[in-house]
């Protein structure tokens, strides 16, 4: 980043006071599916199936500024557990605490609906999503052989205790 742009962009803590995470809507589908384009590592979903999930198909959290949508977080429950479907943010907004309030957001609800552990899957290539699980509390439990395509490559199952 050059020093006009980092001179330009909010200190992180006044970052935070700028933007919002609110629950995702169904009319939120097309500003949800322009974020995962420009997020190749995302889980391919169409507009309807964002559109479902926001509907209620599973819990999804929008983070935004001034009406425009930053990033996204979609999660699902069953019993006793979470799991994190997908989450991605704007390239020009990443490193600046979106995903880290996304993820807290989600993990409070599933909290207060009773999970205990949370679960997700991610390429062990994508160095930035596993730093940032990580730095949430995130460890490795498992390996799913060949879990992705294009490229095919192995998942990493990464879990946290929520209680």
């Known amino acids: 980043m ?7 962009r909010p200190a992180r803590s ?13 009319r939120d589908a097309a500003a949800i599916v322009a974020i995962a384009a420009a997020s190749p590592g995302v889980a391919p979903w169409s507009a309807s199936q964002y559109a479902g999930a926001a509907g209620g198909d599973y819990q999804g959290w929008l983070a935004e500024c001034e009406g425009s949508a930053l990033g996204f977080l979609f999660t699902r429950a069953a019993a006793d ?5 997908n989450l991605a943010i704007l390239p020009e907004r990443r490193r600046q605490g979106l995903a880290s309030q996304l993820l807290e957001r989600g993990i409070e ?6 999970a205990t552990r949370a679960y997700l899957e ?3 290539s994508n160095r930035a999503a596993i730093a ?5 509390g995130f460890t490795e439990a498992g390996r799913r052989t ?12 990464l879990s946290r205790k929520l209680a």
């Open 109 to 114: 609800q599933a909290k207060a609906a009773g």
């Open 14 to 26: 006044e970052w935070s006071a700028i933007f919002r995470v609110r629950p995702a809507e169904a």
């Open 132 to 136: 940032l699980y990580a730095k949430c």
């Open 2 to 8: 050059n020093a006009r742009m980092e001179a330009s």
């Open 122 to 124: 991610v390429r062990p």
């Open 146 to 157: 060949c879990y992705y395509s294009n490229p095919v490559e192995d998942a990493l199952v």
């Open 81 to 85: 557990e979470m799991e994190i479907l």
